[in-house]
């Protein structure tokens, strides 16, 4: 079993950052993907961004790239997502997501979640 505990959301003005953090905990060895989903209101769970546990491979959604940089750090074990540039349209709750196996962008195929942390951007 892994948990997985999400924070760092909050309230920012469009144009504002955001960094947020995934602690992870028990068989942490047993994955090889982690990945940020979020969940809008009436929206279904949509992919963000995803990292290896191993080697430096970083996968973005479209709508994300060039803004969000999404990093870990295997010793504490954290992954991180950091938002720059943020639009209203980010206004989401924010998932950690923990899986084994290589796929990234399926939220079905996560085992593992945190339990969501608000970001709210306003304009």
């Known amino acids: 079993q892994v948990h997985l505990v999400d924070s760092g959301g909050g309230v920012v003005q469009a144009g504002g950052s955001l960094r947020l953090s995934c602690a992870a905990s028990?068989?942490?060895?047993?994955?090889?993907?982690m990945g940020w989903f979020r969940q809008a209101p009436g929206k279904e769970r949509e992919f963000v961004a995803a990292?290896?546990?191993?080697?430096?491979?970083?996968y973005y959604a479209d709508a994300v790239k060039g803004r969000f940089t999404i990093s870990r750090d295997n010793v504490k074990p954290m992954v991180y997502l950091q938002m720059n540039s943020l639009k209203p349209e980010d206004t989401a709750v924010y998932y950690c997501?923990?899986?084994?196996?290589?796929?990234?962008?399926?939220?079905?195929?996560?085992?593992?979640w945190g339990q969501g942390t608000q970001v709210t951007v306003s304009s």
């Open positions: 997501g923990a899986k084994s196996g290589t796929s990234y962008s399926t939220s079905y195929e996560y085992s593992y």
């Open positions: 028990g068989q942490t060895f047993t994955i090889a993907t």
């Open positions: 990292i290896r546990s191993v080697g430096i491979d970083t």
